[in-house]
């Protein structure tokens, strides 16, 4: 099985801290995600990487940047925490192989952050 | 923005019940992912649909999608608590294996026993 490991279940820092969100794959999966969710709003990308070194904006990227120097870990930093970030933060990877129906997200467990 | 209007946002229900999970868009997708997330995890793949029309059971879960591949439905019958969980269903846009995904607001489900 798939697993997908976030450092932290549970964050609390101080606004205009800088923080570092791990996760790490372990099944060689090209593609990684960071996703934030929020009751009433399902999940929303943040940022995404389809291999090593390289990463592209989601739909919310701003107060966020993304690290991928390794296959297997992508980090999410955020460079100055505010409040309205407070939310629960959300991993997943997957394999790009053959058509979308044979490659779904693979998540991990999610770590949820209260900026104060 | 594409949306993919999810409904009901919430649902409480007696153990035995039935109920039906809609998913709606104006767009066509490729296919259509229906998660399950319970409390302190991630959501977990339940099922793909992929052709229009096609329905896929699993177990008492009859998912749907519909013919113009724009719309899709989970219906639980006889709920168990053990169904108690955050549904949420996602639409895959492009069809090559770097597809995106949007998501829809997601259907708390509570089954009382």
């Known amino acids: 099985d798939v697993k997908v490991t976030q450092s932290s279940r549970y964050l609390v820092k101080r606004t205009g801290e800088k923080v570092f969100l791990e996760c790490v794959q372990d099944?060689?999966?090209?593609?990684m995600f960071w996703y934030r969710q929020d009751p009433g709003l399902g999940l929303r990308l943040i940022y995404f990487?389809?291999?090593?070194?390289?990463?592209e904006k989601g739909d919310i990227p701003e107060g966020y940047s993304v690290s991928r120097e390794k296959k297997e870990r992508f980090s999410l930093i955020l460079e100055s925490a505010s409040t309205n970030q407070t939310s629960m933060y959300l991993c997943?990877?997957?394999?790009?192989?053959?058509?979308?129906?044979?490659?779904?997200?693979?998540f991990g467990n999610g770590t949820r952050l209260t900026v104060t | 923005t594409q949306l993919l209007e999810q409904s009901p946002q919430f649902l409480s229900i007696q153990e035995g019940e039935n109920l039906t999970v809609y998913c709606n868009s104006s767009?066509?997708?490729?296919?259509l992912q229906w998660y399950r997330q319970e409390p302190g995890e991630g959501p977990v793949l339940l099922v793909t649909?992929?052709?229009g029309g096609e329905v896929k059971k699993l177990k008492r879960l009859t998912f749907q999608f519909g013919d113009a591949r724009k719309d899709s439905s989970l219906h639980i019958t006889a709920a168990q608590p053990g169904d108690t969980g955050l549904y949420l269903c996602?639409?895959?846009?492009?069809?090559?294996?770097?597809?995106?995904?949007?998501w829809g607001a997601g259907t708390k489900l509570i089954i009382k026993p």
């Open positions: 099944m060689d999966h090209e593609n």
């Open positions: 996602a639409g895959a846009r492009g069809v090559d294996s770097n597809y995106q995904l949007i």
């Open positions: 990487s389809y291999d090593v070194k390289m990463k």
């Open positions: 767009s066509v997708f490729s296919s």
């Open positions: 997943a990877s997957r394999n790009p192989v053959g058509a979308p129906y044979n490659s779904p997200l693979h």
């Open positions: 649909v992929v052709t």
